[in-house]
């Protein structure tokens, strides 16, 4: 399956999100793409709330010619993967202005619901608390993106990197992965969007049928016929 993922730096050998995120490719990757996006390079623009987007102007953003590039990648994708280790017990800056530059494309304003048919990965570790702190950020998005199904792997490290993790560590870390791997398999046919997804859709449907959200959403609901049946 095609492969999106991002990474908040470029750290490789000795970064355990990056170690964890490259089992669970090598398991699943079977000579299709892989689109990888190092942060803050590939997306360096900060989101300053100029509001093109929600305008439905996404083209007017300042930062449109990396956000399309992404886009592109994502929807080629059946996976979404973000590396995303624990900082100060939330995950990283350049991961959540990556994510501030798709509110537009929450359920509620102007999603693509073919994201419905796709999953999500988030691979987060630290050297104490915070991990789930750093997957509810990002979970937050994949719900309100409509991604279908989220999976998570959370390691602590207690200090340790890639380079030096104690087998005993390891072993709970390939467990994990094979876990995480059968889930994304099992569903990759046939991936039907969780409760949570399904909910939030629902909720937002009524109002956009409703005309009772903003004209723009209202319209751009219409428009992708999504106030009527159900897009999985």
């Known amino acids: 399956m095609n492969i999106t993922i991002f990474y908040p730096n470029k750290r490789k050998t000795k970064s355990v999100t990056f170690g964890?995120?490259?089992?669970?490719?090598?398991?699943?990757?079977?000579?299709?793409?892989?689109?990888?996006?190092?942060?803050?390079?590939?997306?360096?623009?900060?989101?300053?709330?100029?509001y093109a987007c929600f305008g439905g102007?996404?083209?007017?953003?300042?930062?449109?010619?990396?956000?399309?590039?992404?886009?592109?990648?994502?929807?080629?994708s059946k996976l979404i993967i973000f590396c995303s280790p624990s900082y100060v017990y939330h995950?990283?800056?350049?991961?959540?202005?990556?994510?501030?530059?798709?509110?537009?494309?929450?359920?509620?304003?102007?999603?693509?619901?073919?994201?419905m048919k796709k999953q999500a990965l988030i691979v987060t570790s630290a050297a104490g608390g915070g991990m789930k702190s750093t997957v509810k950020d990002i979970k937050d998005s994949m719900n309100y993106w409509g991604v279908g199904r989220t999976?998570?792997?959370?390691?602590?490290?207690?200090?340790?990197?890639?380079?030096?993790?104690?087998?005993h560590f390891m072993r709970r870390i390939y467990k994990k992965v094979d876990r995480t791997v059968i889930k994304?398999?099992?569903?990759?046919?046939?991936?039907t969007p969780s409760i949570r997804v399904k909910t939030i859709?629902?909720?937002?449907?009524?109002?956009?049928?409703?005309?009772?959200?903003?004209?723009?959403?209202?319209?751009?609901?219409?428009?992708?016929g999504y106030v009527t049946g159900k897009p999985w």
Not at 63 to 69: A, L, M
Not at 184 to 191: L, Q, W, Y
Not at 211 to 218: F, H, I, L, S
């Open 20 to 50: 964890i995120a490259h089992l669970v490719i090598d398991k699943l990757r079977c000579g299709d793409e892989l689109y990888e996006f190092y942060l803050p390079q590939d997306m360096p623009h900060m989101c300053v709330g100029c």
């Open 57 to 76: 102007h996404p083209e007017k953003c300042g930062g449109y010619e990396y956000i399309k590039k992404i886009i592109d990648a994502m929807e080629k």
């Open 91 to 115: 995950t990283p800056g350049q991961i959540k202005t990556l994510l501030d530059h798709f509110g537009y494309r929450w359920i509620v304003h102007s999603p693509d619901l073919s994201f």
């Open 151 to 167: 999976h998570y792997i959370k390691q602590g490290v207690w200090g340790y990197d890639w380079n030096n993790m104690p087998e």
């Open 184 to 191: 994304i398999k099992k569903s990759s046919d046939n991936v």
């Open 201 to 224: 859709f629902y909720i937002y449907r009524l109002f956009h049928k409703g005309r009772k959200m903003a004209e723009v959403d209202d319209n751009y609901w219409y428009k992708k």
